[in-house]
């Protein structure tokens, strides 16, 4: 029996850890900036929240991407 | 009995570490923004603090996911 | 035999050591906010104690379950 390793798991996890990198950051300073720019120009709270929720969206799709990724190219 | 390593363990371990990296700074980025906004405008506090938790709770999710990914995976 | 690295050892080891990368440089943040904040304003140094406390525990945590997460995934 030729055993690599005996480690166990799919490596599309190691992937999917790696793609959650950026966006773990990437939505923290989005959200970071909301907050300061409302707390600043109260009144631009409207203005800004759609791009907010669009930020976020944007950068929390990599992370999703990275967790369908793995069913694309073999578990 | 070939062994490459006598590593032991899943490799989920490792995907969670990695999926923890975002997350840790992007939470931290998101209150140390609070705080500072509650800090200078004391009064927009309460209209931050949705966005604060909101912000938290979007980047917290990808640290947990990572945590969940190995079962979908295989651990 | 053949053992091609004489490596031992479990691979959470490196699991909680990627883990702790992130709420490190987290929880540094939150508390140099805190400082920055509390320095210029130390009239809101009571404020926002809760929410220094609070930003901590919950980026400190994700190092914490990296910890945990080996013997969940197989040490």
């Known amino acids: 029996m ?8 799919s490596i599309g996890s190691v992937g999917y850890g790696l793609a959650a990198i950026g966006p ?3 939505v923290g300073i989005v959200w970071a900036a ?3 720019a409302t707390a600043r120009q109260p009144e631009s709270a409207g203005l800004t929240r759609t791009y907010a929720f669009l930020g ?3 950068s929390e ?4 991407i990275g ?3 793995p ?5």
């Open 34 to 36: 909301y907050i300061q």
């Open 61 to 64: 799709a990599l992370a999703l």
């Open 67 to 69: 967790f369908v990724v």
């Open 71 to 75: 069913f694309v190219f073999g578990t």
């Open 2 to 9: 030729d055993v690599l390793a005996e480690l166990t798991g």
């Open 24 to 26: 773990g950051i990437g």
């Open 56 to 58: 976020f969206a944007l």
